[in-house]
């Protein structure tokens, strides 16, 4: 709960000071998530990937767990929107901020995929 609680704190006081510190701040928290999985996507690099695990299509899709999690990982996109007046060049900047959403998005998502995919020791764990 200390954690937490200096966690909460330490956000507040870095919004207290103003847009830039606040961008700055976001980026190291985003550095600090990802790094993790950038240790074990590079870690599992040198092994190889697993392609018949990452391809394999499962006799049947439940969509119902599969459409919320595909309108989950696109909500956001319309974020963008909100704040397109307060932009500089909006034609041209909103075009960009998409793009880097995109690109954003596919190397947040599709690394660690392939490692726990390629995972040795989940190869005789069927997928559920």
Request: hydrophobic share 60%; charged share 10%; aromatic share 14%.
């Amino acid at each position: 709960a200390l954690v937490k609680i200096v966690f909460l704190w330490s956000c507040a006081i870095v919004n207290m000071f103003g847009v830039h510190i606040v961008g700055a701040f976001s980026l190291f928290i985003m550095a600090v998530t990802i790094l993790p999985f950038a240790v074990l996507f590079f870690i599992q690099v040198p092994q190889g990937f697993d392609w018949d695990r990452i391809t394999d299509i499962p006799p049947e899709i439940h969509w119902a767990l599969f459409l919320p999690v595909v309108a989950w990982n696109f909500s956001g996109f319309d974020s963008a929107g909100h704040v397109i007046e307060e932009v500089s060049n909006p034609q041209k900047t909103f075009v960009r901020a998409l793009i880097l959403m995109v690109v954003a998005g596919l190397a947040t998502y599709i690394p660690p995929v392939l490692v726990g995919a390629s995972a040795s020791k989940l190869a005789n764990v069927p997928w559920s």
